[in-house]
């Protein structure tokens, strides 16, 4: 069935520095790609999000890349700031299916 | 415009009881999600649906697991006889009945403790 892998599950950097999470996904036919940040005990909360129509997606310091050959797509945020940290989850969705397949997460620190 | 409402937001429950959890989704919304998320993993689809069928529910579990939305008021997930296992967060999501209805928003979330 369709499966969305996501690296790292941890991620610790250096305030100021960027932070890349990379996610594969299996169906080949997934053309939407979210991604949304959780903050402890919130809602996962959409930051940005990608069509497969559409090779790259910048939003302020934050910034999504899709490579619809290698079926990968990533996150990159800049200039991080404490408030970055928390889990971010990557995600895939299929035009023939009706439910979003989410990563296993990435648990992102700033480190002041 | 409010968003995404589910409530309650935590619920304790005796193993073998009934719990109740309601998702009022966005005004205009007419696509429901059902996700839920044990301590430290992902988000888990459960199920989809409109108003008054369901669409996907390929991730729910086939026994003590129901879900609808009715014509007129909110998306009840139900429970019976709790478990242990079922202690979670139990997250609802909607999205709008347009070309963009790939994008889904989530509401606060239920937590669901089983004792």
Known sequence: GE???????????????SAVIKCTYSDSASNYFPWYKQELGKRP????????????????????????TAKHFSLHITETQPEDSAVYFCAARSSSASKIIFGSGTRLSIRP | NAGVMQN???????????????CSPMKGHSHVYWYRQLPE???????????????????????????????????????????????????????????????????????????
Do not use: W
């Open chain 2, 41 to 115: 993993e992902g988000l888990k689809f459960m199920v989809y649906l409109q108003k008054e069928n369901i669409i996907d529910e390929s991730g729910m579990p086939k026994e003590r697991f129901s879900a609808e939305f009715p014509k007129e008021g909110p998306s009840i997930l139900r429970i019976q006889q709790v478990v242990r296992g079922d202690s979670a967060a139990y997250f609802c999501a909607s999205s709008p009945p347009t070309r963009s209805r790939e994008t889904q928003y989530f509401g606060p979330g239920t937590r669901l403790l089983v004792l």
């Open chain 1, 45 to 68: 909360q959409l930051i940005i999000d990608i069509r497969s129509n559409v090779g790259e997606k910048k939003d302020q310091r934050i910034a999504v890349t899709l490579n619809k």
């Open chain 2, 8 to 22: 309650p937001r935590h619920l304790v429950r005796r193993r073998g009881q009934e719990a109740r959890l309601r």
């Open chain 1, 3 to 17: 499966n969305v892998e996501q690296h790292p599950s941890t991620l610790s950097v250096q305030e100021g520095d």
